[in-house]
């Protein structure tokens, strides 16, 4: 789920012309024309971020996914001690080949994202849709090399997603009106 933030619409912000799209992909998972997922480790994380990040603050706040069903594709963890550090060593203690290669690649650092494209890709998932803008560098770096291009699953940002569908964005300030 993401909370949308009222930009000018003069706005040429990276992380703006990304957000533009997720209300078409909000309407699209709406209208069951698109099924979007989650998984255990990216509600662990959600978990340990402020709520309102993810759910508004107050009654004026609008999320654009906030009627979208998102199912987890592998049922969910409640760490409640220490969060952060019981997921690192949860997801550490991975031991699956891909999961580990793809370790290699993005770093040590990143092995949360690791973890989630290795999680999208063992489920099937299309795609791994992300707003981080170093993963989708790192993706891109190493597109021609293993583990990466032989991914089935694309990893994207919701502008490289939009491009594929022929989705157009949205100005988020045409969503206050």
């Not at 000018?8 to 709406?30: C, F, M, P, Q």
């Amino acid at each position: 789920a993401a909370r949308i933030p009222v930009h000018s619409s003069k706005n040429d912000g990276r992380v703006y012309r990304e957000v533009r799209y997720l209300a078409g992909i909000a309407h699209l998972a709406r209208s069951g024309l698109l099924q979007l997922y989650s998984s255990a480790e990216l509600n662990a994380e959600q978990f340990r971020q402020p709520l309102g990040r993810f759910r508004g603050y107050g009654y004026g706040d609008f999320n654009v996914f906030e009627d979208v069903k998102i199912e987890s594709i592998d049922g969910f963890h409640l760490d409640i001690f220490c969060p952060e550090d019981t997921q690192l060593r949860r997801v550490a203690s991975c031991t699956d080949p891909l999961f580990q290669s793809l370790l290699k690649t993005l770093g040590p650092k990143s092995s949360l994202d690791a973890y989630h494209v290795f999680t999208a890709e063992k489920f099937g998932l299309y795609a791994f849709l992300h707003i981080d803008f170093p993963l989708a560098e790192k993706m891109r770096q190493n597109l021609n090399r293993a583990p990466v291009q032989s991914l089935k699953t694309k990893v994207l940002l919701p502008s490289e997603f939009a491009q594929l569908i022929r989705l157009l964005p949205v100005d988020t300030n045409l969503l206050t009106l």
